[in-house]
């Protein structure tokens, strides 16, 4: 797992429409990168439209939001054009990023195991340090959470 306060773990992934995106991109603007286990599930979809329905407070913060999974560009796409997400999503099918940050972990589901992203939010400040670490996330009222941290900041 990342040690808040080092240098987040860098990235180059291709986000919803193919292009790649690198962590750097982002220098001068704090990130969250939030890791979701799959495009239109229950808890994916209400975590981004959380996400969605806070975005203008997100920009007033100087602040990108950022969602992760192994789903495809493709899949992406169609998830944002259904919600009319405001911001990308990362697809990582290698799992590069999403081993980088450790969130595929063995999971348990109905007392079956398996390996899968663990639903986790990273807060990275504007030169690249990450300042916060939410793994497990619960979904109701993480959004909040987050930027409560972020004004704190």
Same mark, same amino acid.
């Given at each position: 797992? *990342? +040690?808040?306060?080092?240098?987040? *773990? &860098? ?9 790649e995106v @690198?962590?750097?991109?982002?220098? =001068?603007?704090?990130? +969250? #990168? ?5 495009? &239109? ?7 981004a439209n959380?996400? @969605? ?12 939001? /950022?969602?992760?999974? @192994?789903?495809? *560009?493709?899949? !992406?796409? &169609? ?5 009319? /997400? ?11 990023? +999403? ?6 972990? /063995? ?5 079956? $195991? ?9 807060? +990275? ?6 300042? $916060?670490?939410?793994? *497990?996330?619960?979904?109701? =009222? !993480?959004?909040? #959470?987050? /930027?409560?941290?972020? @004004?704190?900041?």
């Open positions: 797992m *990342p +040690i808040i306060g080092q240098s987040a *773990p &860098n990235f180059v992934t291709p986000n919803q429409d193919g292009v @690198k962590l750097e991109d982002f220098k =001068g603007k704090k990130v +969250i #990168l939030y890791f979701y286990p799959r495009d &239109n599930t229950p808890g994916c979809t209400t975590e959380d996400f @969605k329905a806070n975005i203008d407070a997100f920009k007033a913060l100087n602040t990108v939001v /950022l969602g992760v999974s @192994k789903d495809s *560009p493709k899949s !992406h796409s &169609n998830f944002i054009c259904k919600y009319d /997400l405001p911001f990308d999503l990362l697809s990582d099918k290698e799992l590069e990023l +999403i081993k980088a940050y450790d969130v595929w972990q /063995l999971k348990k589901n109905y007392g079956k $195991e398996s390996m899968g992203i663990v639903r986790s939010t990273f807060l +990275i400040d504007e030169v690249g340090i990450l300042q $916060e670490i939410w793994s *497990p996330v619960k979904v109701k =009222g !993480h959004v909040d #959470l987050v /930027l409560e941290k972020i @004004k704190a900041l």
